[in-house]
């Protein structure tokens, strides 16, 4: 893969986006009955941390709130703008997103841990949307907390 300035691989570029993140959505977020997986865990952490979440789920269709928050079941549900859209998908499954958040046109979008398909990195990338692959934005976002301003 090219080297693309918007996939951020640095951590000065990590701390960066960090910095001004907000308001996340959650593709792929799992509901408290399934506790012990990431996909619920890291957000839970990350509104511990003062982040906003907009659970999106795609695997429980009747579950209508996650973390307190409304659940929407699409990215193009989810009404305002998002700073950052955490992946919890499939490498095989992130080409089917693709146009729904080249769409949505958040500022960046962040694969998790294990998560990394690098096609659709540079195509987001190309349009001008940030990219974070393979790693935890809650250990990210944990390790650079002390740097971040102070949410109210």
């Given at each position: 893969?090219?080297e693309?300035?918007?996939v951020?691989?640095?951590?000065?570029?990590?701390?960066?986006?960090?910095?001004?993140?907000?308001?996340?959505?959650?593709?792929?977020?799992r509901?408290?009955?399934?506790?012990?997986?990431?996909?619920?865990?890291?957000p839970?952490?990350l509104a511990?941390m003062?982040?906003e979440?907009?659970p999106?789920?795609?695997h429980?269709?009747?579950?209508?709130?996650?973390?307190?928050?409304?659940?929407?079941?699409?990215?193009?549900?989810?009404p305002?703008?998002l700073?950052?859209?955490?992946?919890?998908?499939?490498?095989?499954?992130l080409?089917a997103?693709?146009?729904?958040?080249?769409?949505?046109?958040?500022?960046?979008?962040?694969?998790q841990?294990g998560?990394?398909?690098?096609?659709?990195?540079?195509?987001l990338?190309?349009?001008?949307?940030?990219?974070?692959q393979?790693?935890?934005?809650?250990?990210?976002?944990?390790?650079?907390?002390?740097?971040?301003?102070?949410r109210?």
């Amino acid at each position: 893969m090219a080297e693309n300035p918007r996939v951020l691989t640095t951590d000065v570029q990590i701390a960066g986006l960090l910095s001004q993140v907000r308001r996340v959505a959650v593709l792929g977020i799992r509901s408290e009955a399934y506790r012990d997986r990431p996909a619920f865990y890291v957000p839970a952490a990350l509104a511990h941390m003062g982040l906003e979440i907009v659970p999106v789920a795609l695997h429980e269709p009747a579950v209508t709130h996650i973390l307190g928050q409304p659940v929407y079941h699409s990215l193009a549900e989810v009404p305002g703008t998002l700073d950052l859209v955490d992946v919890f998908r499939r490498p095989v499954d992130l080409p089917a997103h693709l146009e729904e958040l080249l769409a949505i046109r958040p500022r960046a979008v962040w694969f998790q841990s294990g998560i990394r398909h690098d096609a659709v990195a540079e195509r987001l990338a190309a349009e001008g949307i940030l990219v974070v692959q393979d790693r935890c934005l809650m250990v990210e976002y944990r390790r650079y907390a002390h740097a971040l301003p102070v949410r109210a």
